[in-house]
């Protein structure tokens, strides 16, 4: 699966972006779906992540309440929305698909990584 994520931009601090990440292929649907960021000169973290039905997710602490990932079987295509944002949320956000039965926060569960997109968050 090919993966393209888009939606990233230059925000003020407490503004909003949503994010999406659209699959190429018909089996979408097999893939739990997780997003990544990673600031400069740092390490890329878990953001959250969505099992193949949409029914169960999961979230980092640092964006737990203000993000939410959802997800478009039909469309092919996983989102992350994200409010309440904070300087500190600055990064390049990618998405990523795994075929495990359980929703995952590793990245070396996925084993297909979109190119991200830059999210700027000012003060």
């Known amino acids: 699966v090919q993966l393209q994520a888009c939606g990233g931009g230059l925000v003020q601090a407490g503004g909003s972006l949503r994010l999406s990440c659209t699959a190429s292929?018909?089996?979408?649907?097999?893939?739990?779906m997780g997003w990544f960021r990673q600031a400069l000169g740092k390490e890329r973290k878990f953001v959250a992540a969505?099992?193949?039905?949409?029914?169960?997710?999961y979230y980092a602490d640092s964006v737990k309440g203000r993000f939410t990932i959802s997800r478009d079987n039909a469309k092919n295509t996983v989102y992350l929305e994200m409010n309440a944002l904070k300087p500190e949320d600055t990064a390049i956000y990618s998405c990523?698909?795994?075929?495990?039965?359980?929703?995952?926060?590793?990245?070396?569960?996925?084993?297909?990584w979109g190119q991200g997109t830059l999210v700027t968050v000012s003060s």
């Open positions: 292929g018909r089996t979408f649907s097999s893939y739990g």
């Open positions: 969505i099992s193949r039905s949409g029914g169960s997710a």
């Open positions: 990523a698909a795994e075929t495990g039965p359980f929703v995952y926060p590793d990245s070396y569960r996925y084993d297909h």
